[in-house]
């Protein structure tokens, strides 16, 4: 059992700037051992599950125990319906100022999406994101809006959405690996917002649109894109020791190394890296990609010796995503769609625990 800090009369509490450290709740969820690089949903390493599950599979296996099994039975049914149910949200982005991009129409097709306001929503809102986001897509970019195939998963229908034509089978693969893979990874900052939020007892829309925009931030979910930048900027891999060099000299980052948790390699990187197996012939990057990822561990364990700066889950992401045909731009509302089930899982958690979140803050300023 947890240990429960209980400050005594007249003691101040522990003061961690960005809540280092701190144990805010307590989770059946995911457990990221950083220093171990390890990363285990519900008792099963995520080795055991991204690449071995769907999307919907993954969902079942994470919302078990908060869903009602005979909803669990079926998530691709249940997906489906909500992609459908989803495109009543057209007519509140089509009416949205112009200008707004992909990741700001899809908040606005949630907020219109029709909820019910039981556990289930969770289904609604997961599902739905895999229609509004090609949708998005589609508006901000004045194409034709496709209706959704409920035949099909969530991650065939996606691709073919945005592209217009049937994904092949190991894109599909490859498209439900990486959405697996980010299924939940602890208290992160979108994940900790949207538990924030639900403690208020506010409805569920509310706590994952919180979770959004935590999720908007460079900090958090902005990496992936940044990678192919990079790998465009290095080009052929025989110049990387040199741009790398440079870079690092210049006190700029590598993007897609280095992790706030993991001590270690991240293990999502691995499995995202085996996910390109069966995508080689059509993904120019892949070698490329690996290439530069040997030189520059080499460079940074040079240039920063004290520090383990490490694979992380963005390269593999950006390589992988590229890989199945997924527009750099759509990097992180992708990452909202997947992330959403464990927004969702949360969200129903924190709701069972019924304890408002309040943390303390120093006063600095001024003696009154």
Known sequence: MTERFEPSEGCLPLYAPGLDGIIAAETVLSDVDGAGGRLVLRGRPIEELAGKLTFEQGAAFLWRGF??????????AGFAAARVAARQCLPAMKAAPGGLGVYELMRLGLEALPLTGTVRDAIVISG??????????????????????????????????????????????????????????GLNASTFAARV?????????????????????????????PVLDMLDAIGDPEDAARWIDEEL???????????????????????????????????????SAEAIESVALAALKRHRPSRVLETNVEFYTAVLLDAVGVDRSLFTPLFALGRSVGWCAHILEQGKAGKLIRPMSRYVGQAG
């Open 67 to 76: 869903l009602p099994d005979e909803d669990l039975s079926d998530v691709k």
């Open 128 to 185: 739905s994101l895999g229609y509004l986001l090609p949708a998005a897509d589609a508006l901000a970019h004045g194409r034709q809006i496709g209706a959704p195939d409920p035949s099909l998963s969530i991650s065939a229908d996606l691709l073919r959405l945005l592209r217009g034509k049937p994904a092949r089978q190991a894109e599909v693969a490859g498209l439900d690996r990486y959405l697996v893979t980010i299924l939940d990874h």
């Open 197 to 225: 939020i639900a403690s208020t007892g506010a409805d569920m829309r509310s706590a994952v649109l919180g979770a959004f925009g935590a999720l908007k931030g460079p900090l958090h979910g902005g990496a992936p894109g």
């Open 249 to 287: 000299a210049a006190g700029r980052r590598l993007m897609g190394f280095g992790h706030r948790i993991y001590r270690t390699r991240d293990p999502r990187a691995d499995v995202l890296r085996e996910g390109l197996a069966p995508l080689r012939q059509q993904s120019g990057r892949l070698r």
